[in-house]
Nanobody, 123 residues
Framework: QVQLVESGGGLVLAGGSLRLSCAAS????????MAWFRQAPGKERDFVAA????????YYAESVKGRFTISRDNGKNTMYLHMNSLKPDDTAVYYC????????????????WGQGTQVTVSS
């Protein structure tokens, strides 16, 4: 099965930036739409951003639009999330996900998940 591994999380001050990476184990990475979700303590796992198979189409939650950028490099089997102007409300565990069904904003639409990487934004 597809294995996804996130990296790049950490502690950052408000207004700072981080880049998250999600590495996939399979050479069929290009067949999947990819997405980032996040989950804060006591809250639901929420959609952050998604990207189509070619990288041409991107989708963002309203809360991150204009601040976050999702991208993918199919040759490297890797997806990225560039996060700028980070806010304390961005604090969460960030998960990458892959779907063979197409882009969806619901966690139930994704087939594979990484273990998550912690992002903490301090005031």
């Amino acid at each position: 099965q597809v294995q996804l591994v996130e990296s790049g999380g950490g502690l950052v001050l408000a207004g700072g930036s981080l880049r998250l990476s999600c590495a996939a184990s399979e050479l069929t990475f290009y067949n999947y739409c990819m997405a980032w979700f996040r989950q804060a303590p006591g809250k639901e796992r929420d959609f952050v951003a998604a990207i189509g198979w070619s990288g041409a189409r991107t989708y963002y939650a309203e809360s991150v639009k204009g601040r976050f950028t999702i991208s993918r490099d199919n040759g490297k089997n890797t997806m990225y999330l560039h996060m700028n102007s980070l806010k304390p409300d961005d604090t969460a565990v960030y998960y990458c996900a892959a779907s063979a069904q197409g882009v969806r904003k619901s966690p139930s639409g994704y087939d594979y998940w990484g273990q998550g990487t912690q992002v903490t934004v301090s005031s």
